[in-house]
């Protein structure tokens, strides 16, 4: 049973001493229209995060804010996913299906997105890089919006509103750290400013820059991971790096074991198995967060041109810095590759002590195995810079509204690793002696500086945009006016992300390819129709049409009605179709180069047992879009003005689902598609080739509900609850190609897929005092691969107190994970779900706020 509706509504029964008040609750429903409409609650289910709101979460990030949401669900990562592609980086994944599902807009209009790709193929915005200072408010949009949008609306639109108009200024700072000894602190600083208000002085400039600053977290700082020894947990084994098979015969003995590298038990690691081997703890090697630096400016000017018409320019830009531990020192084998930009393949180099090298007391070759320690972990450093330009005209005209824009944003990467391998110094060494392979102590400077190599990786996305929409409405109805809106649309986007030039001349070991080069024109006119029909009955008809450069033509319509069945009830509908563009990594020049774990029954030595190869994966011009349709239901309850009862219920149902053969289907098929498959001359799978494809569906379906409840006495204040809580119905796809739909709610079959997810909160205001308490909740879900064993349901309560010591100054004390909450173990992640909590424990920060 889920209990946080229970202790929700419990909560908002227990205050019967309370006097409902008689203001009236603010409910904006701007987003997913272009028409304007004066019903507080529209026909699709839009949360409004408001700047009050956005102060006592004790959020520091839009990324902090957004990710909290029930809606957010599976398939959502931020910069904990530190072996990432798109590192430091954060997007959102309304509904589990994916950040490329859900569109995130600023004042309404598309930005640029991240320079390179989530998981080889997700184009998404980085919400790292978008002003919090800026924010007056975050509107989520939970249904399918393609209708008004276009592509990536899928599962839902956010657009983060800032301020257009503010007079004065206000600075606040905020200092941090967690109280469980991990040594990770963080501080920021935010100042904004404007003067001038449109309508009065004919012109308004608003300004804003923040900063933050955030140390590094490893998971050797966090003392339950420290030494990586998960025995006593749920299927948990020594999570300790192997990197020597050799010992395996229980009579064997090793000897001469030298640095972080130990004998221990076979068993240990991987249980079933006998002897001993050569292993390290990988906790010093692994960041779990990774240290930030970031800075935010935005800015905005609006004159009036005349009494009807108004000129305005937005600017975004940020610049943003992630450090992190990329991983332990490189492991050289038999299995070592290079890449050959020749063939677009990999080349196996031999690892081999020739006889004569020191560490080669025999008279044959050597084979060997040797993780380079001295030379150091590699390091990776991602700085992106990010910025939007906008400028536009908008206005009144023989009664229609209009606004005419045109844009600019790119988001620019410069990705740097330290401590690769120089493949060409590497031979060298194997071949002259000159480095110690067995006593890495004697090896001087020098010889480690010959053979460490760093790479540098450019990536820019950049977007182009011309849009014109009108609205008006026409005439007058016998229930109300008939609102027309209409406009059009055109964009650019490109995408350029380079790899190394180490990489691609064969230089670095073992290297990771990410090559994206494409780019693509896009047009749209779109159309929208609001008609009252009766009273307390209006039905809103809407119709966008796209064309792409790449792979034609998309037209998604949408239907959506709300009745008013009384002043206390409404009831509300739609009913869409949408589609999500083949995204330029899916379907225009790219190449990939990732690692992935395979069973191969055909595997001459380890025939039972998973081991890692190389995959290649390669874009498909031929793609189509992914269609999706879309089902709205739902109905809100407001039995007095000052409490609102919220249920909705969602369906998605997706075709020609974009994705890549599964590496168990291709060595399955291999008698038929033997091209898929590379081995070596021992038989064993050295890469796997895969190319982009439309092929699955995916269904999925849940119910929101939404409380608020407000109370007002004169004596004890104001006191205010909230509740959003999300319950996945169903999550399906198939486990398979060609296998039907399993229904994956409540596992991480497809992703992390938890079926309950909510956030509480009380907040009380009583003079110059304010508190607020939130209940953060992910429920349980199970393993898929043992489905009788799960990851524990986690609850963290987070509190912010307020004292407004004068009008102009106000101090906040701030809490996060009061109870200190262990993030539960996931044996899956070797430690803890990334996509679904947080490692640090208690975190408790100051915040000063002055406004002049």
Same mark, same amino acid.
């Given at each position: 049973?889920?209990?946080?509706?229970?202790?929700?509504?419990?909560?908002?029964?227990?205050?019967?001493?309370?006097?409902?008040?008689?203001?009236?609750?603010?409910?904006?429903?701007?987003?997913?229209?272009?028409?304007?409409?004066?019903?507080?609650?529209?026909?699709?289910?839009?949360?409004?995060?408001?700047?009050?709101?956005?102060?006592?979460?004790?959020?520091? =990030?839009?990324?902090?804010?957004?990710?909290?949401?029930?809606?957010?669900?599976?398939? =959502?990562?931020?910069?904990?996913?530190?072996?990432?592609?798109?590192?430091?980086?954060?997007?959102?994944?309304?509904?589990?299906?994916?950040?490329?599902?859900?569109?995130?807009?600023?004042?309404?209009?598309?930005?640029?997105?991240?320079?390179?790709?989530?998981?080889?193929?997700?184009?998404?915005?980085?919400?790292?890089?978008?002003?919090?200072?800026?924010? $007056?408010?975050?509107?989520?949009?939970?249904?399918?919006?393609?209708?008004?949008?276009?592509?990536?609306?899928?599962?839902?639109?956010?657009?983060?509103?800032?301020?257009?108009?503010?007079?004065?200024?206000?600075?606040?700072?905020?200092?941090?750290?967690?109280?469980?000894?991990?040594?990770?602190?963080?501080?920021?600083?935010?100042?904004?400013?404007?003067?001038?208000?449109?309508?009065?002085?004919?012109?308004?400039?608003?300004?804003?820059?923040?900063?933050?600053?955030?140390?590094?977290?490893?998971?050797?700082?966090?003392?339950?991971?420290?030494?990586?020894?998960?025995?006593?947990?749920?299927?948990?084994?020594?999570?300790?790096?192997?990197?020597?098979?050799?010992?395996?015969?229980?009579?064997?003995?090793?000897?001469?074991?030298?640095?972080?590298?130990?004998?221990?038990?076979?068993?240990?690691?991987?249980?079933?198995?006998?002897?001993?081997?050569?292993?390290?703890?990988?906790?010093?090697?692994?960041?779990?967060?990774?240290?930030?630096?970031?800075?935010?400016?935005?800015?905005?000017?609006?004159?009036?041109?005349?009494?009807?018409?108004?000129?305005?320019?937005?600017?975004?830009?940020?610049?943003?810095?992630?450090?992190?531990?990329?991983?332990?020192?490189?492991?050289?084998?038999?299995?070592?590759?290079?890449?050959?930009?020749?063939?677009?393949?990999?080349?196996?180099?031999?690892?081999?002590?020739?006889?004569?090298?020191?560490?080669?007391?025999?008279?044959?070759?050597?084979? #060997?195995?040797?993780?380079?320690?001295? *030379?150091?972990?590699?390091?990776?450093?991602?700085?992106?810079?990010?910025?939007?330009?906008?400028?536009?005209?908008?206005?009144?005209?023989?009664?229609?509204?209009?606004?005419?824009?045109?844009?600019?944003?790119?988001?620019?990467?410069?990705?740097?690793?330290?401590?690769?391998?120089?493949?060409?110094?590497? $031979?060298?060494?194997?071949?002259?002696?000159?480095?110690?392979? #067995?006593?890495?102590?004697?090896?001087?400077?020098?010889?480690?500086?010959? /053979?460490?190599?760093?790479?540098?990786?450019?990536?820019? =996305?950049?977007?182009?945009?011309?849009?014109?929409?009108?609205?008006?409405?026409?005439?007058?109805?016998?229930?109300?006016?008939?609102?027309?809106?209409?406009?059009?649309?055109?964009?650019?986007?490109?995408?350029?992300?380079?790899?190394?030039?180490?990489? /691609?001349?064969?230089?670095?070991?073992?290297?990771?390819?990410?090559?994206?080069?494409?780019?693509?024109?896009?047009?749209? /006119?779109?159309?929208?129709?609001?008609?009252?029909?009766?009273?307390?009955?209006?039905?809103?008809?809407?119709?966008? @049409?796209?064309?792409?450069?790449?792979?034609?033509?998309?037209?998604?319509?949408?239907?959506?009605?709300?009745?008013?069945?009384?002043?206390?009830? *409404?009831?509300?509908?739609?009913?869409?179709?949408?589609?999500?563009?083949?995204?330029?990594?899916?379907?225009? $020049?790219?190449?990939?180069?990732?690692?992935?774990?395979?069973?191969?029954?055909?595997?001459?030595?380890?025939?039972?047992?998973?081991?890692?190869?190389?995959?290649?994966?390669?874009?498909?011009?031929?793609?189509?879009?992914?269609?999706?349709?879309?089902?709205?239901?739902?109905?809100?309850?407001?039995?007095?003005?000052?409490?609102?009862?919220?249920?909705?219920?969602?369906?998605?149902?997706?075709?020609?689902?974009?994705?890549?053969?599964?590496?168990?289907?291709?060595?399955?098929?291999?008698?038929?598609?033997?091209?898929?498959?590379?081995?070596?001359?021992?038989?064993?799978?050295?890469?796997?080739?895969?190319?982009?494809?439309?092929?699955?569906?995916?269904?999925?379906?849940?119910?929101?509900?939404?409380?608020?409840?407000?109370?007002?006495?004169?004596?004890?204040?104001?006191?205010?609850?909230?509740?959003?809580?999300?319950?996945?119905?169903?999550?399906?796809?198939?486990?398979?190609?060609? @296998?039907?739909?399993?229904?994956?709610?409540?596992?991480?079959?497809?992703?992390?897929?938890?079926?309950?997810?909510?956030?509480?909160?009380?907040?009380?205001?009583?003079?110059?005092?304010?508190?607020?308490?939130?209940?953060?909740?992910?429920?349980?879900?199970? +393993?898929?691969?043992?489905?009788?064993?799960?990851?524990?349901?986690?609850?963290? #309560?987070?509190?912010?107190?307020?004292?407004?010591?004068?009008?102009?100054?106000?101090?906040?004390?701030?809490?996060?994970? *009061?109870?200190?909450?262990?993030?539960?173990?996931?044996?899956?992640?070797?430690?803890?779900?990334?996509? +679904?909590?947080?490692?640090?424990?208690?975190?408790?920060? /100051?915040? *000063?706020?002055?406004?002049?």
């Amino acid at each position: 049973m889920f209990k946080p509706l229970a202790i929700s509504l419990a909560i908002a029964a227990a205050f019967p001493a309370f006097a409902h008040a008689e203001e009236e609750m603010v409910r904006v429903n701007v987003t997913g229209s272009n028409i304007r409409v004066s019903e507080k609650e529209g026909a699709s289910a839009v949360q409004v995060i408001t700047a009050k709101e956005l102060k006592a979460s004790g959020k520091t =990030s839009v990324s902090d804010v957004l990710r909290a949401i029930s809606a957010n669900s599976g398939n =959502s990562y931020n910069e904990q996913y530190t072996g990432s592609f798109s590192a430091g980086t954060s997007g959102l994944s309304l509904r589990g299906i994916g950040q490329k599902n859900t569109l995130i807009l600023v004042n309404g209009k598309r930005v640029a997105s991240y320079a390179t790709a989530q998981n080889l193929q997700e184009t998404f915005v980085d919400l790292n890089s978008l002003p919090m200072a800026a924010v $007056q408010r975050i509107e989520v949009l939970k249904d399918g919006a393609s209708s008004v949008y276009g592509s990536d609306a899928v599962a839902g639109v956010v657009n983060i509103i800032l301020y257009k108009e503010f007079t004065g200024t206000d600075i606040t700072a905020q200092w941090g750290g967690s109280t469980e000894g991990t040594g990770q602190h963080e501080k920021s600083a935010a100042l904004q400013t404007g003067f001038g208000k449109l309508e009065e002085d004919g012109y308004s400039l608003v300004f804003s820059i923040d900063a933050q600053q955030r140390d590094k977290l490893q998971q050797s700082d966090v003392a339950w991971m420290r030494d990586a020894d998960f025995r006593q947990q749920q299927r948990g084994s020594l999570g300790w790096a192997i990197t020597n098979y050799a010992g395996t015969d229980p009579t064997r003995t090793l000897g001469g074991v030298r640095g972080p590298l130990q004998l221990v038990n076979y068993g240990d690691i991987t249980p079933g198995k006998t002897g001993q081997v050569l292993a390290y703890n990988p906790s010093p090697y692994k960041t779990l967060i990774p240290g930030i630096q970031r800075v935010h400016t935005a800015a905005r000017a609006t004159v009036k041109l005349n009494a009807d018409t108004e000129a305005y320019v937005d600017l975004l830009h940020s610049y943003s810095r992630a450090d992190q531990t990329f991983s332990a020192p490189l492991t050289v084998n038999n299995a070592t590759r290079v890449w050959n930009n020749a063939t677009q393949a990999l080349d196996t180099i031999p690892v081999v002590l020739p006889v004569g090298h020191p560490n080669n007391p025999g008279a044959t070759p050597l084979p #060997f195995t040797a993780t380079l320690f001295d *030379l150091g972990p590699r390091l990776k450093q991602d700085k992106v810079t990010f910025y939007r330009a906008l400028a536009g005209v908008k206005g009144t005209l023989a009664g229609w509204d209009w606004d005419a824009a045109v844009g600019h944003s790119s988001s620019k990467l410069e990705e740097t690793v330290q401590n690769f391998v120089n493949r060409y110094e590497f $031979q060298k060494v194997l071949a002259d002696g000159s480095y110690n392979f #067995f006593d890495q102590s004697q090896n001087s400077e020098a010889v480690r500086n010959r /053979l460490r190599l760093s790479t540098l990786r450019p990536a820019e =996305s950049t977007l182009d945009t011309v849009d014109f929409s009108a609205a008006k409405d026409l005439w007058q109805l016998p229930a109300g006016p008939l609102g027309f809106a209409a406009g059009a649309q055109w964009r650019r986007e490109k995408m350029d992300s380079q790899t190394s030039t180490a990489v /691609l001349s064969g230089t670095e070991l073992r290297p990771a390819i990410n090559i994206i080069n494409g780019s693509r024109n896009v047009s749209a /006119l779109f159309a929208e129709f609001n008609v009252p029909v009766v009273k307390d009955v209006s039905v809103n008809l809407a119709g966008r @049409a796209d064309h792409y450069s790449d792979f034609g033509n998309a037209f998604s319509p949408k239907a959506s009605a709300r009745y008013q069945a009384a002043p206390w009830l *409404l009831l509300r509908g739609t009913v869409s179709r949408g589609f999500r563009a083949p995204s330029l990594p899916e379907i225009t $020049q790219s190449t990939a180069v990732s690692y992935v774990s395979v069973l191969d029954p055909r595997d001459p030595i380890t025939p039972t047992q998973t081991r890692g190869v190389t995959a290649i994966t390669i874009a498909n011009t031929a793609l189509r879009p992914e269609r999706s349709n879309n089902l709205n239901l739902g109905v809100v309850v407001s039995p007095t003005s000052s409490s609102s009862i919220g249920l909705d219920y969602y369906r998605i149902k997706q075709d020609g689902v974009i994705g890549t053969e599964s590496a168990t289907t291709t060595i399955a098929n291999e008698a038929t598609a033997p091209q898929k498959i590379t081995r070596d001359a021992d038989g064993r799978i050295t890469t796997l080739y895969r190319q982009y494809r439309n092929q699955g569906q995916r269904e999925v379906s849940g119910i929101d509900l939404d409380l608020r409840q407000r109370f007002v006495d004169k004596d004890w204040g104001k006191l205010t609850l909230a509740g959003q809580l999300s319950r996945v119905l169903r999550f399906a796809e198939p486990l398979s190609d060609g @296998a039907p739909l399993t229904d994956g709610a409540g596992t991480n079959y497809f992703g992390s897929i938890p079926k309950w997810r909510g956030v509480t909160s009380a907040t009380w205001e009583q003079g110059k005092w304010s508190s607020t308490l939130t209940w953060n909740y992910v429920g349980s879900y199970a +393993q898929n691969t043992h489905l009788d064993e799960s990851v524990a349901a986690f609850s963290t #309560f987070d509190v912010t107190t307020s004292w407004q010591v004068t009008p102009a100054a106000n101090v906040t004390f701030i809490v996060q994970n *009061l109870a200190n909450k262990r993030a539960p173990w996931d044996y899956s992640a070797s430690g803890f779900d990334y996509t +679904q909590a947080d490692p640090r424990g208690r975190f408790a920060s /100051l915040k *000063l706020n002055y406004k002049f």
